[in-house]
C-alpha cells in the first residue's frame, strides 16, 4: 500500500506546484492597430502595444504613429506599476514618454511623472482609479535640458459591457516651476475615450478621441480621431 500511496501524494503535491507555478507566470499580451486618424486633416495611423502583468507588477509599452497632410504625431510611453500587497487598492506608478507633433509644433518632448494610485472601485465590468504624481517635461529634448515641473492628477474609468468596452481617461498637469521667460505656462489638462467592439476572434473595431488642452492661449490645442482594426493576442513568453 505505501508504493500506492506514496505515488498518489507525489502526484497530488506535483499537480499543485504545477498549478502555482503557472499563476505566478506573467501574462503577456500584445496589440496591433491600423486605421485612419485625424489631425487637421485626416491620414493613417499605426499602433503597437505590449503589455505584462504578474501578481502585482504591471508593465506596459505603447508606440503610436499618426501621419497625413503634412502633419504627424509621434508617441511613445512606458509604464509600471506596483501594488501594495498589504493594500491591494493602492499602487504607486512610474510612467516615461516621448512625443512629437509637428500639428503644436512640439519638438520632441520627454516627460516623466512618478507618483500614487487607488482603486476606487473594482468590480468585474468595471474599475475607476485614480492617480497623483509630480512630473516634469523637457519641452526639447534634444537641445535643451530645461526642465518644466508639474502636480499632476488622473482619473482612468474603464468599463465592459459584453463585446464592447470603454476607457475614458482624465489627466491634469499643474505647473508647479516658474515659468520661463518669453515662453508660456505649460499647465494643461488632457482627455481621451477609446471604444472597443468585439468583432471576430481578436479582433476589435476602435473609434477614439485625444485632445490636449493648454491654459495659454498661445499653445496650439491638439486633437485627434481615430478609427481602426485591431487586434488582440496572448503571447507564450515566461520571463
Do not use: C
Amino acid at each position: 500500500m505505501r508504493g500506492p500511496l506514496y505515488f498518489a501524494l507525489t502526484l497530488f503535491v506535483s499537480t499543485l506546484l504545477s498549478q502555482e507555478q503557472a499563476e505566478n507566470l506573467p501574462k503577456w499580451t500584445h496589440y496591433t492597430r491600423a486605421g485612419t486618424a485625424q489631425l487637421n486633416e485626416w491620414g493613417g495611423l499605426g499602433f503597437y502595444r505590449i503589455k505584462r502583468v504578474k501578481k502585482t507588477t504591471f508593465h506596459d509599452v505603447r508606440i503610436l504613429g499618426i501621419s497625413g497632410a503634412g502633419e504627424t504625431l509621434l508617441t511613445g510611453r512606458f509604464k509600471s506599476s506596483q501594488k501594495y500587497e498589504a493594500f491591494p487598492k493602492l499602487y504607486r506608478f512610474s510612467v516615461a514618454s516621448l512625443r512629437k507633433s509637428s500639428a503644436s509644433g512640439l519638438n520632441i518632448r520627454y516627460h516623466y511623472n512618478q507618483g500614487f494610485g487607488a482603486f476606487i472601485f473594482n468590480l468585474p465590468s468595471t474599475h475607476l482609479t485614480t492617480e497623483t504624481a509630480l512630473a516634469y517635461d523637457m519641452s526639447d529634448y534634444l537641445n535643451d535640458t530645461r526642465k518644466t515641473s508639474y502636480l499632476k492628477g488622473a482619473l482612468f474609468w474603464d468599463i465592459d459591457i459584453a463585446r464592447t468596452s470603454l476607457a475614458l481617461d482624465f489627466e491634469y498637469f499643474y505647473q508647479i516651476s516658474d515659468p520661463v521667460l518669453g515662453q508660456p505656462v505649460q499647465s494643461r489638462y488632457e482627455l481621451s475615450a477609446e471604444l472597443n467592439v468585439h468583432i471576430l476572434k481578436d479582433v476589435y473595431l476602435i473609434l477614439g478621441y485625444e485632445e490636449e488642452f493648454y491654459q495659454s492661449k498661445d499653445i496650439v490645442n491638439v486633437r485627434s480621431l481615430y478609427l481602426a482594426a485591431g487586434f488582440k493576442k496572448p503571447l507564450a513568453l515566461t520571463f
